[in-house]
């Protein structure tokens, strides 16, 4: 268990526990238990959204607030302006987060922040399109059934290679950071078009 889920369970047993004691003797026991049970839950739930370390924790790189987080492998890094895509994981298995950067390092981002903007699913090719909540920070994440394919967009990003597949047990997968986003973006695989929207 990380310090992150750590320090949310705490504090959301702090605020039950503290609403069990105010009210104690001013509600019935059963109504005390249900209450205090919904609020250790949805406070759970808001602290994950809202990540109240950023206040005064900033981390040094992505890594760092990735293994706060419990992200334990960050294995690659795309740069953004003003955020950072993690991708985390080993051959087959990844997970993405995206981290805000700060002034003098990197914060935290709550559980919603990464969105699944678009997506394009085809018979030898996966995109997904990504975003960070309430900017126009995107990057695309692109799984190729085989090996690495001749890619680009129409923004002229920077394809990161991060796994060469051999075409037979593994795939090819690609990152970018795409700095102008909008909606007549493509993505050109071994010459055929997609556009993700």
Same mark, same amino acid.
């Given at each position: 268990?990380?310090? &992150? ?33 919904? *609020? ?6 808001? *602290? ?11 981390? @040094? ?23 950072? *895509? ?15 950067? @700060? ?34 920070? &995107? &990057? ?16 002229? #990003? ?13 795939? #090819? ?25």
């Amino acid at each position: 268990m990380s310090l &992150y889920q750590i320090f949310r369970i705490l504090v959301s047993i702090c605020i039950a526990g503290a609403f069990f004691l105010l009210f104690r003797k001013k509600l019935r026991r059963k109504t005390l238990y249900i209450i205090a049970a919904a *609020l250790l839950v949805l406070a759970d739930i808001a *602290l994950c959204e809202i990540p109240v370390e950023n206040a005064f924790v900033t981390f @040094a790189s992505p890594e760092s607030a990735a293994q706060y987080v419990g992200i334990d492998h960050g294995s690659f890094i795309i740069d953004g302006a003003d955020t950072g *895509l993690l991708i985390s994981g080993e051959t087959g298995e990844y997970q993405e987060r995206i981290f805000p950067k @700060a002034q003098d390092g990197w914060k935290l981002s709550g559980e919603g922040a990464t969105h699944i903007r678009g997506f394009y699913s085809g018979t030898d090719a996966a995109i997904q399109l990504l975003q960070y909540k309430d900017t126009a920070e &995107y &990057y695309l994440l692109v799984i190729y059934m085989g090996t690495p394919p001749v890619l680009s967009d129409s923004n002229g #990003s920077a394809f990161q290679l991060l796994q060469a597949g051999d075409g037979y047990t593994t795939d #090819s997968i690609f990152a970018a950071y795409v700095p102008q986003y909008g909606a007549s973006y493509a993505v050109t695989i071994n010459g055929e078009t997609v556009y993700i929207s």
